[in-house]
């Protein structure tokens, strides 16, 4: 028995509907291509047709035909085959969005057999239109432009959708939709967005906040943030955060989640050997992934059972402040997302840091200008008062013991009013909230040094307390000679480290105040200071003669440095001979 031929008729009927029996043949007849295309994927024909022409006999005669007609015919089914398999999802719509062909993607991610006829949103399950068109559809039918929106789904998945005309001019009724998934960029956009927030957050504080926390509040709170967006952000569990003190290389922990202590506890350098990835990344600034620690040489155990890490640098600007490392129990853990979110996040802890490191740095600031003012408001007036006490002191001595040791009572009350100051600055402004040229001051050999200085100028006396106290010392004056030598001699509790004179005091000349104290201090630590090398009477020559040390002498006006490499210098060498 023959089988009848079945004949696909694109067009030319009366009734896109018809069907019947048409020279022993089945004839089924559409209106659209789109319609041809889905029937031919579920369906088998003999023949196709377009406009009532044979295009294809039966596929035996499909070989052997080369008109072209017969070619157009073999386009379209290979086209419809290349469509079906493309790994986006393609679709032929209406001008009522209705579905007229779709390919097997589309179907997949709708998850039905089959979206021929219904509107396009409803067999996706209505999801929700993200713009930025938001009626792509209607846009490209009527303007005969493509346009295109991004779509979510309720499984919060994302797919961008671009729709196209299929024709040209005013006759427009068809669109070419083509429809891919993004869910992967938008999560990462969307992560981004979330680190980038994170990043400013991190030391955001309202001014009341800041005034009411102390140094170690802040540290702790900073600390407190970055735990909680590497671990609920970014999904990292095992960190741990190095600071570098950059006088030294050495890298201090900060933060450490997850790391066994001894490892938290290891000292650690900013060297690219023998200090495991941490040290390498400080040392270079490049970001390093441990894919697996087993056969890695850089890697020294942190966590318990790590198999990866990575490990990326706390830049600012050009500078490495320090080092964010995490680690995973499973082998090829991180991503090069993972990279790029790290590092990035990185970078918003490296400036919470300095901007938390400036805001402590302003505040010690501010507490040690106010120190420093009431200091020297009390400074000159308090060394009045000594000055007072041991001339007055010099007449009792050797008649009235109780007046004498009254007045030295004075003598040390004054001072440790001048100390207390010193000691509350200091609480106020730590060491550890002072910036790094503040502190290589503070903990120069001069620290609790005790210095004299000698001249009738009350803005010498003055300059020497600012300049002097400002790396640790303690500073008393005197106007003249016989004043200087009184403060020696009733000194003896406490000694000077170093007396500085002019060359020229209304009583006496350097030398001559030098000479006057050896008889209480052997040797003397003598510094001469002297106006545009003026020495009409030979003093520093004389001085040298007698055992000044040849650098201790201070040119005026003298900068900071000058005056503290000459007192360091004379401090040493008088240690050296007492030692």
């Known amino acids: ?26 004839i089924l007849a559409v209106a659209t291509a789109g319609e041809a295309l889905a029937l031919l994927a ?103 432009q493509p346009s295109g929106m991004t779509l979510r789904t309720a499984e919060n998945r994302y797919f961008q959708v671009h729709a196209a005309p299929l024709g040209q001019g005013q006759s427009v009724d068809q669109l070419v939709v083509t429809v891919s998934e993004v869910t992967e960029e938008i999560l990462q956009q969307q992560k981004l967005a979330a680190i980038h927030l994170a990043g400013r957050q991190l030391a955001d504080l309202r001014p009341d906040e800041i005034f009411l926390m102390d140094v170690d509040q802040r540290i702790d709170l900073l600390k407190e943030n970055i735990r909680h967006y590497l671990s609920d952000l970014l999904n990292f569990d095992v960190i741990e955060i190095r600071l570098l003190e950059q006088a030294t290389g050495y890298l201090m922990p900060l933060l450490s989640v997850g790391i066994d202590q001894e490892a938290a506890d290891r000292q650690l350098f900013a060297q690219p050997n023998g200090n495991g990835v941490t040290g390498y990344v400080a040392a270079t600034g490049n970001s390093y ?20 890490s990575l ?29 790029q979110f790290l590092e990035i996040f990185a970078r918003d802890v490296a400036h919470a840091l300095n901007t938390l490191e400036l805001l402590v740095a302003q505040k010690a600031n501010t507490a040690q200008q106010s120190c420093e003012a009431i200091h020297s408001a009390v400074a000159m007036p308090v060394d009045e008062i000594l000055n007072d006490a041991v001339n007055v002191m010099e007449g009792y001595i050797g008649h009235k013991g109780e007046m004498v040791d009254r007045l030295r009572r004075i003598l040390q009350n004054a001072r440790d009013i001048k100390q207390m100051i010193q000691e509350v600055g200091q609480t106020m402004t730590p060491l550890d909230a002072v910036p790094a040229g503040i502190k290589s001051q503070q903990r120069s050999i001069l620290e609790g040094r005790r210095i004299l200085v000698v ?125």
């Not at 992934?289 to 990866?308: F, H, K, R």
Request: charged content about 25%; hydrophobic content about 40%.
């Open 1 to 26: 028995m023959n089988k009848t031929p079945r004949i696909l008729q694109i067009g030319g009927l009366a009734s896109a509907e018809s069907s019947g029996l048409s020279d022993g043949a089945e």
């Open 289 to 308: 992934l441990c894919e697996d620690v087993s056969n890695d040489p850089l890697y020294i155990p942190g966590a318990a059972g790590a198999a990866s």
């Open 455 to 579: 001249d009738a100028d009350e803005q010498v006396r003055n300059d020497a307390h600012h300049l002097l106290e400002r790396c640790g010392c303690i500073v008393e004056t005197a106007h003249v000679g016989s004043e200087a030598v009184m403060m020696v001699r009733g000194s003896d509790e406490c000694r000077y480290d170093a007396v500085i004179s002019d060359i020229r005091l209304p009583d006496f000349s350097g030398y001559q105040l030098m000479c006057r104290l050896e008889e209480f201090m052997n040797p003397v630590p003598m510094i001469l200071m002297t106006g545009f090398g003026y020495d009409p009477g030979h003093s520093i020559v004389k001085a040298r003669q007698a055992g000044l040390h040849p650098k201790a002498v201070l040119y005026k006006p003298f900068r900071l440095d000058q005056l503290i490499e000459v007192v360091e210098t004379v401090v040493q060498a008088n240690e050296a001979q007492h030692a």
């Open 311 to 339: 490990t990326v640098p706390l830049m600012l600007h050009d500078q490495v402040l320090g080092t964010i490392n995490v680690e995973s129990p499973e082998p090829r853990a991180f991503a090069p997302s993972d990279i």
């Open 42 to 144: 579920d369906q088998q024909f003999d023949e196709l047709r377009i406009g009532g022409d044979a295009l294809a006999e039966s596929r035996s005669l499909l070989i052997a035909q080369q008109s072209a007609d017969a070619l157009k015919a073999r386009e379209v089914l290979r086209a419809d085959e290349v469509l079906r398999d493309m790994p986006d999802g393609v679709a032929l719509i209406s001008d009522q969005r209705i579905i007229l062909w779709a390919n097997r993607r589309l179907e997949e991610w709708a998850g039905r057999d089959s979206l021929v006829g219904l509107e396009f949103y409803e067999g996706l399950s209505n999801p929700e239109i993200m713009g930025p068109d938001f009626c792509p559809f209607h846009t490209a039918m009527a303007t005969g």
